[in-house]
């Protein structure tokens, strides 16, 4: 049978802000652990969040170069999970109205050019970071990162090969770093990808799970 493959990415781009999403935390990098987490970012009780203005200019900015429409009214909403690194147990994010909707970037195939459609870009904060090494037995955490803007970039299943995932994480790469809304540090974790892959048949238009 001849098959191919069916590739969505969801893309975490950590916004170059001074502060995090909510709160007046700094988000510099390499910092002590949890030096850099506030009551806001650690869920105290009674604290309320503070929109970061320049985390919503970011994701307009982007939603501009791909052709978005960018919404005048968007929504957040709390997606519950329970994790240590996850104080508040639930992340403040958006789904059903963000920030952005629609969209598009065009990669280089063998073919050719190819459009590959933008679902969606919605603001989040990132969560905070588990240390393994040099716990013995133990896991330690860090809420440095806890708060720290995201902007989630979700594709269409437009992907068919593993080659074509990568032109266009290397084109999104390439746009958010010239756009300076995020400095593209995969080191960092700057830049995070993961990646929703099913087969098919090819030619069939059913998608699989």
């Not at 935390?25 to 009674?46: H, K």
């Not at 960092?188 to 998608?207: H, K, M, Q, W, Y």
Request: aromatic share 6%.
């Amino acid at each position: 049978m001849d098959v191919e493959c069916v590739i969505g990415l969801e893309v975490h781009v950590q916004l170059m802000t001074q502060s995090k999403i909510f709160s007046g935390s700094s988000t510099a990098y390499g910092a002590s652990a949890n030096t850099q987490a506030c009551a806001v970012d650690i869920g105290l009780p009674g604290v309320l969040p503070v929109m970061n203005r320049q985390a919503a200019l970011m994701a307009a900015t982007f939603g501009l170069a791909v052709g978005a429409t960018v919404n005048p009214v968007s929504v957040f909403a709390r997606k519950n999970y329970f994790y240590p690194d996850l104080p508040k147990g639930y992340q403040i994010s958006q789904y059903e109205i963000p920030v952005v909707s629609g969209g598009s970037l065009e990669i280089p195939t063998d073919e050719g050019s190819k459009r590959i459609r933008i679902t969606r870009a919605h603001l989040e904060e990132d969560a905070g970071k588990s240390l393994h090494e040099d716990f013995h037995g133990m896991t330690g955490i860090d809420l440095n990162r806890a708060g720290t803007p995201l902007l989630e970039i979700v594709s269409e299943p437009d992907l068919r090969s593993p080659g074509e995932a990568v032109a266009y994480l290397k084109k999104l790469h390439a746009l958010v770093r010239a756009l300076k809304i995020c400095d593209g540090n995969m080191q960092e974790g700057s830049f995070r990808c993961d990646a929703n892959v099913s087969i098919r048949p090819r030619g069939e238009a059913t998608l699989g799970t």
